[in-house]
């Protein structure tokens, strides 16, 4: 065979490789692009949750100013006047935290406004209907901005979940346009046309929503919202006080109890978040399973230098949300998720505590045992922490040899004792090592939340109290105290 054959034969082999080979790289980087970009639509609605979250927050308190302004232009009290300052103020902080990390001034310009509708109110130089009217197209602008929020999730089970959520705060925004008209009639003793069609329409549009959510609600939500829905309803009250406005309840006794009512409903919207959380979860490992997966396969498909796969790797890692080691959430979702927490524990005022944890002379145990069984000690410790929680605490490794643990809706008293626990379950493990008991200890820093906290400030001030425990002796868990 001649040259030129030997050529043509080899350029034939040689595509005959190439092709399938392109094929395969193409397959395997559409592969990583799908679940790559999953990954990033899971990271941007955790984002989205927090949002949503201040932005729900922040709807209740402009529901509560529309209440008290009502109230105050219908009873012109000095009283009155003082409960609706505190209220602009809370309503203000709120407002200047989420500015800070959302920038809803530019979601929602009619914010801008609210400053000159609060002192026309305080100077009683404006009708009740158009402050009800300004607030209330507030209100339905942030809502709607919700609505074009949930548009961008693709998992079916958290678009409904999520539309869910938008509907429950529908819903109680028309108790509170109820609560709102009802407090005004009271303070003026009568009930006009208006009011009565205002109220029929209310009730019209609060059905209507009732209706898709019980559509879109799972089938344990929904049957709690009917259980409860009985409890929720304002329409006896309301009734007696439409045929007589100066009836025996005050505006203030009226308030609570229909404060009380829209209360209710955050048990559901609760339940709802919860089976967001879950779904959420359950859809982050599947996508980094998927991810790691199709990682592999790229990295078959091509042949790449050492260096190029160590720099591939570490461009990975970053986007992965779980300890490939521990299988605990790494620290990038930690402080992503924990920052909700603490919107919520804010929001609900519930109590929040963190436990950081540190496992005693690591370095001496990986200088003496060697990496590998580090690594077996750091499994062993997760797989304590695992064990000792509840399903609603978040563990997470954040560091080296440190853990962290947020107990949601805990105080500072019951978080210890899960955190003694824990300590003492660690310390009791058997670990061998070539026949040889391996003690292990840990220590740590334990703080209660307290308002207006950050993540930051938790860590900070939970490393003081570890760093405690460490001089004291180590094996022991320390809570912060500011003294």
């Not at 193409?26 to 679940?35: A, D, G």
């Not at 929020?149 to 108790?175: A, G, H, P």
């Not at 439409?242 to 203030?252: A, G, M, Q, R, Y």
């Not at 959380?277 to 599947?286: F, G, P, Q, V």
Request: charged share 30%.
């Amino acid at each position: 065979m001649n040259k030129s054959i030997k050529s043509k034969v080899l350029y034939g082999l040689i595509l005959l490789i190439i092709f399938p080979l392109l094929g395969l790289l193409h397959l395997s980087l559409e592969k990583f692009y799908l679940n790559f970009n999953s990954y990033r639509d899971l990271e941007r609605f955790i984002h989205n949750l927090d949002l949503s979250s201040g932005i729900l927050h922040l709807i209740e308190e402009l529901q509560k100013e529309r209440g008290k302004s009502h109230i105050l232009l219908g009873s012109l009290k000095e009283k009155d006047k003082k409960e609706l300052e505190i209220q602009y103020q809370n309503t203000e902080n709120l407002i200047k935290k989420l500015q800070f990390k959302y920038d809803i001034f530019q979601k929602f310009p009619k914010l801008t406004e609210l400053e000159n509708i609060r002192k026309r109110v305080l100077s009683l130089s404006i009708k009740q209907d158009a402050v009800y009217s300004f607030y209330t197209d507030l209100i339905e602008d942030i809502i709607s901005y919700e609505y074009e929020t949930v548009k961008s999730i693709n998992d079916l089970v958290i678009y409904n979940r999520f539309y869910c959520l938008i509907l429950i705060q529908e819903l109680k925004e028309k108790m509170g346009q109820e609560r709102a008209i009802i407090a005004f009639s009271i303070s003026k003793g009568t009930t006009t046309e208006t009011v009565l069609e205002e109220l029929k329409e209310i009730k019209y549009t609060r059905n209507l929503i009732e209706k898709k959510f019980l559509l879109l609600a799972s089938e344990n939500v929904k049957d709690s919202y009917l259980k409860l829905k009985k409890d929720l309803d304002l329409s006896s009250e309301i009734e007696r006080i439409i045929k007589n406005p100066k009836h025996e309840l005050s505006v203030e006794e009226w308030w609570n109890i229909a404060t009380d009512r829209i209360k209710k409903m955050e048990q559901i919207h609760d339940m709802v978040e919860s089976e967001i959380l879950d779904r959420m979860k359950t859809l982050t490992k599947k996508s980094r399973d998927a991810l790691i997966v199709s990682t592999i396969q790229l990295f078959l498909a091509i042949f790449l230098t050492p260096v190029v796969v160590l720099k591939f790797k570490k461009f990975i890692e970053k986007h992965i949300f779980f300890d490939p080691l521990t299988n605990l959430p790494n620290r990038k979702f930690f402080i992503e998720y924990s920052r909700f927490l603490i919107e919520r524990a804010e929001r609900y005022s519930e109590p929040l505590s963190l436990l950081l944890l540190d496992i005693d002379n690591f370095k001496q145990i990986n200088d003496t045992f060697g990496h590998s069984f580090g690594d077996r000690i750091l499994f062993e410790l997760a797989d304590t922490i695992r064990k000792n929680i509840r399903k609603s605490d978040f563990p997470a490794r954040i560091g080296g040899e440190e853990f962290v643990v947020i107990f949601p809706n805990t105080d500072l008293k019951s978080a210890f004792i899960v955190s003694e626990r824990i300590r003492q379950s660690f310390e009791s493990l058997n670990i061998r090592k070539d026949e040889k008991s391996v003690k292990t200890t840990l220590s740590g820093g334990l703080i209660g939340y307290r308002k207006n906290m950050t993540i930051d400030d938790l860590l900070k001030l939970s490393d003081l109290a570890l760093y405690n425990a460490k001089n004291r002796g180590k094996n022991r868990i320390e809570k912060y105290e500011e003294n």
